[in-house]
């Protein structure tokens, strides 16, 4: 048989194949109407199996693991189109729409921030060039600005998210999904890593710094050959040195905190990448969504089974939504289980976005919407 007869079989198929998939989403419809008007939940997941069963079946032995996943895929594109009907003006469009109106048209350039670390610190860096006149708070930990902004002690709080070296700062991101505050802005910066000790100093045998810090500057410490130690902020780093009787101690820190605590630079850029960039997110208790919010952060969890992260991402990918990260934590007390961290590129005035946090919304058991923003 030729290959044109062949396709041509095929769209006769695929004809006849497009004619039942909308009757069958007009029986869905009428579903949705009915479980809309009795309360029910759209999720039935033994009349998914029932069907599963009937149809793998229904073919022949090696088809029917497609048969599962043709209709797999038809249960999750049914489901969508139930809660676009039942979910019209869900929850969470009703809370943006709010937000919108409530938020004013930027953020303003006075205001009280909480941030970890002290004077100095690229968290307040990022700070300043979040806000033109703030007031500023320092924390020992990324826990202690949550707890200022949840207390009502300070407005905002910004935080370090993710190192273009180093990865993400899971602890903030744990953080965000407990607390459940609103990110309203995010600023990039880039970050020039130096080792500073006393002036007049002997030879280094320890140097300490963040954690993050120290992981971007890896190579450079071990051809140092000294002890590292781990402590809460880099410019936390530099004031400890300063403090300190020792003269063979040193800190990885900005070249700011040189002149701050009076330190001498014994060698400027010393992380293993020139190009090294922290973000920064800005957070508050209270919604905020200013104008031009263009990125989305969400945390959910999924069905424990296989191919759930599949049916997410691809929910995205129908609705044109570019997933800029996708990062799983795990759940305190469940044995391999995970949370999604999520960030999206997409207008927060997007019909296809607000359709598929919906859907989210609705059905995942744990879903948290931490903001739209845009970044600097």
């Known amino acids: 048989m030729e290959l044109e007869k062949i396709r041509?079989?095929?769209?006769?198929?695929?004809?006849?194949?497009?004619?039942?998939?909308?009757?069958?989403?007009?029986?869905?419809?009428?579903?949705?109407?009915?479980?809309?008007?009795?309360?029910?939940?759209?999720?039935?997941?033994?009349?998914?199996?029932?069907?599963?069963?009937?149809?793998?079946?229904?073919?022949?032995?090696?088809?029917?693991?497609?048969?599962?996943?043709?209709?797999?895929?038809?249960?999750?594109?049914?489901?969508s189109y139930q809660c676009s009907k039942i979910y019209k003006n869900s929850p969470l469009l009703e809370k943006i729409k709010l937000t919108l109106e409530e938020t004013e048209k930027d953020l303003p350039s006075s205001a009280t921030v909480a941030f970890q670390g002290t004077e100095g610190s690229y968290s307040q860096a990022a700070c300043e060039k979040l806000f033109a006149l703030p007031t500023e708070m320092y924390f020992t930990d990324f826990k202690g600005v949550f707890d200022a902004v949840g207390s009502g002690m300070c407005r905002?709080?910004?935080?370090?998210?993710?190192?273009?070296?180093?990865?993400?700062?899971?602890?903030?991101?744990?953080?965000?999904?407990?607390?459940?505050?609103?990110?309203?802005?995010?600023?990039?910066?880039?970050?020039?890593?130096?080792?500073?000790?006393?002036?007049?100093h002997g030879e280094i045998k320890e140097v300490i710094s963040h954690t993050q810090a120290l992981g971007q500057c890896t190579d450079f410490l071990k051809k140092l050959g000294v002890k590292v130690t781990a402590c809460e902020n880099t410019a936390i780093a530099a004031k400890t040195v300063a403090q300190s009787e020792r003269n063979d101690i040193a800190a990885v820190a900005s070249p700011v905190c040189a002149d701050i605590y009076g330190l001498e630079i014994v060698k400027e850029k010393i992380a293993d990448s020139d190009n090294n960039y922290t973000r920064f997110v800005c957070i508050s208790k209270k919604p905020e969504i200013y104008p031009g919010a263009n990125k989305i952060s969400v945390i959910t969890t999924l069905s424990h089974k296989p191919g759930a992260l599949y049916e997410l991402i691809s929910k995205f990918a129908a609705a044109g939504i570019n997933l800029t990260k996708i990062e799983s934590r795990p759940i305190p007390g469940k044995d391999f289980e995970f949370k999604f961290y999520l960030e999206m590129a997409v207008s927060v005035y997007s019909k296809e976005l607000i359709s598929v946090l919906s859907e989210m919304s609705v059905l995942n058991s744990e879903f948290k919407f931490l903001g739209a923003y845009s970044e600097i």
Request: net charge negative; glycine share 6%; proline share 3%.
């Open 156 to 200: 905002y709080g910004v935080l370090p998210v993710e190192n273009s070296v180093y990865g993400s700062v899971t602890e903030v991101v744990d953080l965000l999904g407990e607390y459940g505050f609103s990110i309203v802005k995010s600023v990039k910066t880039q970050v020039c890593h130096a080792l500073l000790a006393k002036p007049g």
């Open 8 to 79: 041509s079989e095929i769209d006769e198929v695929d004809n006849e194949l497009v004619k039942l998939f909308e009757k069958r989403m007009r029986a869905a419809e009428k579903v949705a109407e009915y479980k809309a008007e009795k309360g029910l939940m759209i999720m039935n997941t033994a009349r998914e199996r029932e069907i599963t069963d009937r149809v793998t079946k229904a073919v022949s032995p090696e088809l029917a693991i497609y048969a599962k996943t043709l209709y797999n895929t038809l249960f999750d594109v049914s489901r």
